[in-house]
Nanobody, 123 residues
Framework: VQLQASGGGLVEPGGSLRLSCAASESSRRNVLGWFRQGLGKEREFVAA????????RYADSVKGRFTISKDNTKSTAFLQMNSLKPEDTAVYYC??????????????????WGQGTQVTVSS
């Protein structure tokens, strides 16, 4: 089952966006991760959260600016993005995994990739 990311758009540098990821009950595995892929770049890890317990991890490039959260009752995860920079421009994807915590930044362990949502940071 594919996850559906939404909430992207065009924002000026320094602005904010909140992305959502709708995960069906059957697609909720141990961890939900956000990844992004800029034009001509490889897909990279952004953040991840455990459905149970709420442990989080962030890429160094977004630490302190992005916040990942979840609503277990709605099986929905969020990525609050503040102080956005032009280099944050990318298609953002969410996916899930049951891999051990030490491997959560590795996209090869994830499944349920949807189409993603475009985030463009530009003046």
């Amino acid at each position: 089952v594919q996850l559906q990311a939404s909430g992207g758009g065009l924002v000026e540098p320094g602005g904010s966006l909140r992305l959502s990821c709708a995960a069906s009950e059957s697609s909720r595995r141990n961890v939900l991760g956000w990844f992004r892929q800029g034009l001509g770049k490889e897909r990279e890890f952004v953040a991840a959260i455990k459905w149970n317990g709420g442990h989080t991890r962030y890429a160094d490039s977004v630490k302190g600016r992005f916040t990942i959260s979840k609503d277990n009752t709605k099986s929905t995860a969020f990525l609050q993005m503040n102080s956005l920079k032009p280099e944050d421009t990318a298609v953002y994807y969410c996916a899930t995994t049951r891999v051990v915590w030490s491997e959560i930044a590795n996209q090869q362990w994830y499944g349920g990739w949807g189409q993603g949502t475009q985030v463009t940071v530009s003046s």
